[in-house]
């Protein structure tokens, strides 16, 4: 994606493999810094604060902590235990510290460190190429959604939630693929933003980056989503997903199911797209999925830019009220329309059979 006609990944090492850089989400929109990261424990932090976000960037963020362990000789086993448990729901962190250790361990201690920056390259290397791969697979579905709708309106009104775009991966994105795709081929797109409460990911990542891209939008809070919908402005949902179950159960950023059950209501189709990685196929029951509970700050307080063009915390909630933080939640298969994967569009239901003999574990 470029910014201000350059180009970046939110993710990438400097030229001697010691140091990774990344994008700090936690001062978007309002402020575009780049942060330097040196060492295991800074990743962590970086993966827990949420300056690096979104599924498929978790776990090359995570990739990149594993190869910084190697630099710094940190035990790669506790390494690979303190990442996959600095947060726990996207699968895709756990699966790239996994396959980091299945590449690092056999090698000798001398050859771990250039293997690790090598195979954390490869794993940025093929998000992208996934990501590209959803997008055609989601164009194809959203010339469908043209071509069936009764309106004789130019314009394909898409609503997305949280953000699943280029800033939640190495690049490209995974829900904003099939739209930035819809766009590049001269379709006429608008996107309705949630907002997203409480990090307000949709509000301050996804209008950014659609900014970025010059893809038409509009930020709506969160309640109004029902309302579009009934009023006939949404043609179609698609969102990403933090980790799906063998039977299409799709568990992604808290208010996905909301939007579920009004696209539902509505008649209007529900699409989460979703690299392999994302997948786990070990789990048939969504109930056995570890939701994440965020601090309840991120509920009590709100940040933004003040009068002096300064980021600022405020509190929003009176002193004292208590407030709930659960991050994601699940959407039960039966409301997913269809699963846009690398390798094509699946129902939840044929998903398994259709989609496991064409990758590798
Ligand atoms: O808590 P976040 O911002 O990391 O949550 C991100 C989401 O829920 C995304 O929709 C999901 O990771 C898919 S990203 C391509």
Aim: some cysteine; glycine content about 6%; overall charge negative.
């Amino acid at each position: 994606m470029k910014v201000k006609e350059k180009y970046y990944r939110t993710i990438w090492p400097n030229a001697d493999n010691t140091i990774v850089n990344i994008i700090d989400q936690t001062k978007l929109p309002h402020v575009f810094e780049i942060a330097e990261i040196r060492t295991l424990p800074q990743m962590i932090h970086a993966i827990k604060t949420m300056q690096v976000r979104g599924a498929p960037l978790i776990g090359a963020a995570a990739a990149y902590g594993m190869a910084l362990a190697t630099l710094h000789l940190d035990d790669l086993q506790e390494a690979a235990k303190l990442l996959i448990h600095s947060r726990p729901t996207a699968l895709n962190l756990r699966w790239a510290v996994e396959r980091m250790l299945h590449t690092l361990l056999p090698q000798t201690h001398a050859n771990r460190n250039a293997a690790a920056w090598l195979e954390a390259a490869r794993i940025c290397d093929e998000d992208v190429q996934m990501n590209r791969q959803i997008g055609q697979h989601g164009l194809n579905v959203i010339q469908k959604v043209v071509a069936l709708r009764k309106t004789s309106t130019a314009v394909v009104n898409i609503l997305t939630h949280c953000n699943a775009g280029w800033l939640a991966t190495v690049d490209v994105g995974t829900a904003l693929a099939p739209i930035y795709a819809a766009h590049d081929a001269g379709l006429s797109v608008h996107v309705w933003v949630g907002e997203t409460r409480p990090r307000n990911q949709g509000a301050s990542l996804t209008a950014w980056e659609l900014a970025q891209y010059g893809v038409p939008h509009t930020v709506v809070a969160d309640n109004a989503i029902g309302h579009l919908m009934q009023v006939g402005a949404v043609d179609m949902v698609i969102v990403g997903a933090d980790r799906v179950t063998a039977l299409g159960d799709v568990c992604n950023k808290i208010g996905t199911y909301l939007r579920a059950i009004a696209a539902k209501d509505n008649h209007i189709p529900f699409y989460a797209a979703v690299p392999s990685p994302t997948i786990d196929w070990s789990m048939s029951d969504a109930n056995h999925i570890e939701i994440e509970h965020r601090a309840s700050e991120e509920v009590s307080h709100i940040q933004g830019l003040n009068a002096a063009g300064h980021l600022q915390h405020v509190a929003i909630l009176p002193a004292g009220s208590p407030a709930f933080n659960p991050a994601f939640d699940v959407t039960p298969a039966h409301m997913v329309t269809g699963l846009m994967t690398e390798h094509g569009v699946y129902s939840p239901a044929e998903l398994k059979q259709a989609l496991l003999p064409k990758i590798s574990l």
